[in-house]
Nanobody, 123 residues
């Protein structure tokens, strides 16, 4: 059962920007820590960024300075603003939620996932 729905992916050129959105399909996640992960073809799923219900954030090294995670006013929607995109950012991006109070980087701690949105960056 899909509980989170991602949108905003697409095909862009290197240097362009994209804004991914994640919203719940049924329940509320306003008190949860929300995270973004990505998985490139043939690679393992990797952490991108996370944000607690209180607004604390955590970023993967490759995301620092280029990506920004944020929550909507109702805290039930989470966004990932991606700037200066590179071909190596090409992947399926997944939104996830965890009850952890920390801005967790561990995929295993996230209990709800979306189906992902494809981001492709051409050189």
């Amino acid at each position: 059962q899909v509980q989170l729905v991602e949108s905003g992916g697409g095909l862009v050129q290197a240097g362009d920007s994209l804004r991914l959105s994640c919203a719940p399909s049924e329940r509320t996640f306003s008190s949860y820590t929300m995270g973004w992960f990505r998985q490139a073809p043939g690679a393992e799923r990797e952490f991108v960024a996370s944000v607690t219900s209180g607004g604390r954030t955590n970023y993967a090294d490759f995301a620092k300075g280029r990506f920004t995670i944020s929550r909507g006013n109702a805290k039930n929607t989470v966004y990932l603003q991606m700037n200066s995109l590179k071909p190596e950012d090409t992947a399926v991006y997944f939104c996830a939620a965890t009850r952890s109070a920390y801005a967790s980087m561990r995929a295993g701690e996230y209990t709800s996932w979306g189906q992902g949105t494809q981001v492709a960056v051409s050189s």
